[in-house]
Nanobody, 126 residues
Framework: QVQLVESGGGLVQAGGSLRLSCVAS????????VGWFRQAPGKEREFVAY????????AYSDSVKGRFTISRDNAKSTLYLQMDNLEPEDTAVYYC???????????????????WGQGTRVTVSS
């Protein structure tokens, strides 16, 4: 059983930056594919970024590519999301998800993740 705890959300003006963290416990973090998703009010959970368990280049949604950076520190069992040049459209609750069964082609499918954190809220004002 994997426990995930997100932090780092808050209120920021458009053009600003935030860094989200997701600390994992209960399993060997490096064995898990981990991703960031977000959910705005009235909308479905949306893929943001992914880091595969075997390393390699990360993946991003088109809406955040070039502005957000996902990284992981396996020694600290922590996943990060550096968010720069934030836009009001980035306002959402951000969740990290993990699974040891993710394959590359399914990374954007929230249903493939076995474990989720409670989320951290990001609000971007215009």
């Amino acid at each position: 059983q994997v426990q995930l705890v997100e932090s780092g959300g808050g209120l920021v003006q458009a053009g600003g930056s935030l860094r989200l963290s997701c600390v994992a416990s209960g399993a060997t973090f490096r064995n898990y594919g981990v991703g960031w998703f977000r959910q705005a009010p009235g909308k479905e959970r949306e893929f943001v970024a992914y880091s595969h368990r075997s390393g390699g280049a990360p993946a991003y949604s088109d809406s955040v590519k070039g502005r957000f950076t996902i990284s992981r520190d396996n020694a600290k069992s922590t996943l990060y999301l550096q968010m720069d040049n934030l836009e009001p459209e980035d306002t959402a609750v951000y969740y990290c998800g993990a699974s040891d069964r993710i394959i590359w082609s399914s990374m954007a499918n929230a249903g493939q993740y076995l474990y989720w954190g409670q989320g951290t809220r990001v609000t971007v004002s215009s």
